[in-house]
């Protein structure tokens, strides 16, 4: 399946791209940080177990076990605080 990934803030800035189109073959939100983890360098520093990153699928933020759907639309940021 294609999805669509995008990239906020430090993330953005790291992986020096805001957004991109992959070819996915897992089915959650796990397997899609393990497949870009599996890049190296940045991406595997960037989204490894304790960095603090949250995920969004089709604008709703879920946890790594959710299901991916097919041509979903993928966030990944930092978390975000207000005031």
Known sequence: MTLRVLYFARLRECFGMAEESIEFAGVSVADLIATLQARGGVW????????AFRVAVN??????????????EVAIFPPVTGG
Do not use: F, K, M, S
């Open 59 to 72: 604008q709703d933020v879920v946890a790594l076990d959710a299901a991916i759907p097919n041509a979903a």
């Open 44 to 51: 595997a520093e960037e989204l490894a177990a304790g960095r």
